[in-house]
């Protein structure tokens, strides 16, 4: 296939908004991030790129673990640590980075993925979209927002992913 019938594609994956929801939903369950990246990778039309965005805690080294482990995934790992708050409340939101992100490279992409629930990215959806990209949204059927799901092209549950969310299996 030649290089020019290749369209390119972004996704861009909102780790906290992703662990927490699969956790509400299964204590003990994990997330297979190479599930994730062979799920599109399949497709060979695309060249696709992989980003995935999470604060972290400096003093935790298998948070640092993880996070190497997404880069030599193949993933573009872009953090920043938590903030600790006098009243003792963490705060470790990505979601303007995110956004950042994504309007920045927007421009050289055909399609971004946002792989999150978040209501709050349905303005940068709607953005995208008025852009003239195509913009499709991996989500949690339970925890998605309304909203966001409405705002894409298209949404996807975490559950049609083959192999994204692992299931501890029970023992007997």
């Known amino acids: 296939m030649q290089e020019s019938w290749l369209r390119r594609r972004g996704v861009f994956v909102d780790v906290q908004n992703v662990f927490s929801t699969v956790r509400a939903l299964n204590p003990n369950a994990r997330l ?27 003093e935790r ?3 640092r673990r993880f996070l190497m482990a997404l880069a030599l995934m193949g993933y573009r790992v872009i953090t920043k640590p938590l903030k600790r708050l006098p009243s003792g409340e963490i ?12 309007l920045e490279v927007s421009a050289f992409l055909d399609e971004i993925v946002i792989v999150s629930g978040d209501g709050d990215f349905m303005a940068l959806v709607n953005r995208l979209i008025h852009k003239g990209k195509i913009v499709r949204v991996i989500g ?24 994204l969310v692992e299931e501890p299996e029970i023992e007997r």
């Open 32 to 58: 297979n991030y190479q599930a994730l990246k062979d799920y599109f990778l399949r497709e060979k039309s695309y060249i696709t790129t992989f980003t995935a965005f999470s604060s972290f805690d400096p």
């Open 61 to 63: 080294e298998e948070q």
């Open 140 to 163: 949690p059927d339970q925890y998605s927002a309304p909203e966001l799901i409405q705002a894409c092209h298209e949404f996807i549950s975490l559950s049609r992913v083959p192999g």
């Open 91 to 102: 705060k470790a939101n990505m979601d303007m980075e995110i956004a950042m992100e994504i």
